[in-house]
């Protein structure tokens, strides 16, 4: 989240928690969700201290500071920013030559080396709130190809779109699947699994994170209720991971 607004920040850490793919076990590790204040922001937090310098001014000084820097890493010259830190060039990538000239270093590139006055500072904010990362499949429309309603209405033997996020279905084929339940009488559906119904990879014709469009079965019995039901093995890009990620999609869908 960024602000640019000119007025002071309050607040504490949020972080996910995420699984650790790349080990066998349990691990997982956490990730900072960020608020990132601009320099007004800075600036307001200055004004609440002292009234000594008004914000005009503080605005002109934060220009010529940045024009300042800026020059001077064009000269390839390290900044340490306030005692926070150090802005330094670097060279990154690989140079296949063993004698290289200068058209085949790579391109500079800039990073930052916090001081221990800076990590010492972060050490102190409080963490607020840690939640688990969400990696289940997340459903926010789907569409009756045949009749173009959305109205969780669908048609036997034909095709529906499905949109939303973290879709794509892949995995072991034991494991993995598009599913309608059958609901009963009391909206429920049977946890073993007996009844319901799989669909076939011919079935797909389009089947990626964000879509999945399917030819519904024929199967599916006219004026009854259904739970879909998604589950999938699929990581990031092309990966697919051990862990299989379950959604039972709460809108109960009738079959025309």
């Known amino acids: 989240m960024n602000t640019n607004s000119i007025e002071p920040l309050n607040g504490s850490v949020n972080v996910t928690i995420h699984k650790n793919y790349l080990k066998e076990d349990n691990s997982s590790y956490a990730k900072v969700q960020r608020t ?11 004004l609440a201290k ?18 300042a820097i800026l020059e001077l890493l064009s000269l390839g010259i390290s900044v340490n920013l306030f ?12 140079i296949a030559s063993e004698n290289p000239n200068l058209s085949e270093i790579p391109n500079l590139t800039l990073n930052f080396t916090p001081s221990q006055e800076a990590l010492s500072a972060v050490a102190k904010a409080d963490i607020s709130m840690a939640k688990l990362e969400e990696n289940a499949p997340q459903i926010s429309m789907i569409e009756d190809l045949s009749t173009h309603k959305n109205d969780f209405t669908v048609t036997a033997g034909k095709p529906i779109r499905i ?34 119904i799989k669909l076939e990879e011919k079935d797909f014709f389009k089947n990626t994170n964000t879509f999945l469009e399917v030819i519904l079965p024929d199967t599916l019995q006219s004026g009854k209720n259904y739970t879909l039901v998604i589950k999938t093995s699929a990581g990031r890009g092309k990966v697919v991971n051990k862990t299989v990620r379950k959604l039972e999609y709460e809108k109960t869908l009738t079959v025309n």
């Open 50 to 67: 002292t009234k000594v310098i008004d914000k005009a001014t503080l605005v002109a000084a934060e220009m010529l500071f940045k024009d």
């Open 83 to 94: 005692e926070l830190g150090t802005l330094y060039p670097s060279a990154q990538g690989n």
């Open 36 to 46: 990132t204040a601009g320099m007004h922001n800075v600036i307001a937090a200055i």
């Open 163 to 196: 949109t939303g996020r973290r879709l794509r279905v892949a995995g072991e084929a034991e494991k993995t699947g598009l599913f309608f339940a059958p609901q009963n009488t009391l909206g429920k559906i049977d946890e073993s699994e007996s009844d319901w």
